[in-house]
C-alpha cells in the first residue's frame, strides 16, 4: 500500500509518499480502508520529534473508512461497513483499562503518536475500536470527530463538570477542539464566550453557537470577559494554546473557577502568581485525550445531529507535505483531511 512515512524527525520536507507492505490484521482485528484521516496539530509535534515514536513511522490520528477484512475473533462488524477509529492505543488489561479510564493506562498513547497512523490506504485496529458511522455521514466529516471532539468532552464534562447556565471561555474557536468545546457547551447550555484573530473566525464561531467572540489581536482577552460577564469572570476557561494566552485565561476566571487545559500549542512554560491561585481558590486541571465511554458518549451526539465537525480542506494524501505546510500557516476554520 501507499503511506507517508518519516524516517526522521524536521520538517514538512521529511514526509515521504512511499510504498510499504499491507498490515495484516490478528485474530481480535479489523482491516480498514482509510477514506480520510484527518490532521492535528499533534501530527506536527510527532513530525518535529517527540518522544517514543519509533522510525520509520506512519503519522495520523483520525481515521474514517470501511472495513475489508475482519479477524477471526471479530463477529459484530462485516466487510464493507462505514466506520470510524478511536484513536486511543491502550493495554485493555490492567487497573485502569478494565475500569474504563483508557487515558490513563501506562501503555495510553494516541493512534499515530507513538503507534503507527492513518496517513495510509490500510490499516488494522482492535476490533473494539471500530465504531459504525452513520449513511449520511461523511468520511470526511466522521473523520475530523474522534480526538478532538472527544478531547473537549473530557476536558469539560469529564474534568471540569460543567453544569447548565455557567460561563465559558474557549480559547482558540478555529482550532478543532474549539470547535468542538463551544458546541458541547452549549449543548450545556452555558453562556460560551470565546477567542479568535480575525472576524471571519469569529463570525464561524457564532453561527456554531458562541454567544460572545473576542479579537485577541485587537482586544484583552481578560478585560472582554470582565465587560460581558459584568465584572464575574468565566466559570470555565478552556486552554490549548499555553504561554501566548496563560495569562490572560487565570485573570478571566471568577473566584473558585476552573481552567482545564490540554496543550500547548504557543509553547508550554507559563508562571503563575500562588497568592493568585490561592485567595482566589481556582483549580488548574490538566487533560488528557479521553476515555472510551466518552468517545462513545460524544459519537451519539455527533450521529443525532446534535454537534458537528468543521472541515476546512481536504488534500490527497500523496500531498501531505503541503497539508502540513498550510496548517502550520494557522489559516484554517476546522479540520484538514487527508485523502488516500
Ligand atoms: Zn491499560
Given at each position: 500500500m501507499k503511506a507517508v512515512r518519516i524516517h526522521e524527525f524536521g520538517?514538512?520536507?521529511?514526509l515521504r509518499f512511499e510504498d510499504v507492505p499491507d498490515p495484516k490484521p490478528r485474530k481480535d482485528e479489523v482491516l480498514v480502508r482509510v477514506k480520510a484521516c484527518a490532521m492535528n496539530h499533534l501530527d506536527l509535534w510527532v513530525r518535529k520529534g517527540l518522544p517514543g515514536v519509533r522510525l520509520p513511522h506512519i503519522l495520523g490520528s483520525d481515521v474514517a473508512g470501511e472495513v475489508v477484512e475482519t479477524g477471526e475473533y471479530v463477529n459484530h462488524l462485516k466487510t464493507g461497513q462505514r466506520v470510524l477509529l478511536g484513536p486511543m492505543h491502550f493495554c485493555n488489561h490492567c487497573e485502569k483499562c478494565v475500569a474504563?479510564?483508557?487515558?490513563?493506562?501506562?501503555?495510553f498513547t494516541v493512534l499515530g503518536n507513538a503507534v503507527d497512523g492513518g496517513n495510509c490506504e490500510l490499516i488494522a485496529a482492535p476490533a473494539g475500536n471500530v465504531v459504525p458511522i452513520p449513511d449520511n455521514l461523511g468520511f470526511d466529516e466522521a473523520a475530523s470527530v474522534p480526538l478532538v471532539f472527544t478531547t473537549a468532552w473530557h476536558m469539560l464534562v469529564g474534568r471540569a463538570q460543567i453544569r447548565p447556565g455557567q460561563t465559558v471561555l474557549v480559547l482558540g474557536a478555529s482550532s478543532g477542539v474549539g470547535i468542538a468545546a463551544i458546541q458541547i457547551a452549549k449543548l450545556f447550555q452555558a453562556c460560551v464566550i470565546t477567542t479568535a484573530g480575525d472576524e471571519y473566525k469569529l463570525e464561524k464561531a457564532h453561527a456554531l453557537g458562541a454567544d460572545h467572540g473576542i479579537n485577541h489581536y485587537k482586544q484583552k482577552i481578560s478585560d472582554e470577559v470582565k465587560k460581558i460577564t459584568n465584572k464575574g469572570g468565566a466559570d470555565i476557561v478552556l486552554e490549548h494554546v499555553g504561554a501566548a494566552t496563560w495569562e490572560e485565561s487565570i485573570k478571566s476566571l471568577k473566584p473558585n473557577g476552573t481552567l482545564v487545559t490540554c496543550g500547548?500549542?504557543?509553547?508550554?512554560n507559563v508562571g503563575i502568581d500562588l497568592r493568585f491561585l490561592y485567595s482566589r481558590q481556582l483549580s488548574l486541571l490538566g487533560s488528557y485525550m479521553g476515555t472510551m465511554g466518552e468517545m462513545h458518549e460524544v459519537l451519539g451526539h455527533v450521529f443525532a445531529g446534535r454537534l458537528k465537525s468543521v472541515v476546512d480542506r481536504t488534500f490527497p494524501l500523496k500531498d501531505t507535505r503541503a497539508a502540513h505546510e498550510y496548517m502550520e500557516k494557522?489559516?484554517?476554520f476546522g479540520k484538514i483531511v487527508l485523502q488516500p
Open positions: 520538517g514538512p520536507e521529511v474504563g479510564l483508557q487515558n490513563q493506562c501506562r501503555e500547548a500549542t504557543a509553547g508550554p494557522s489559516q484554517m
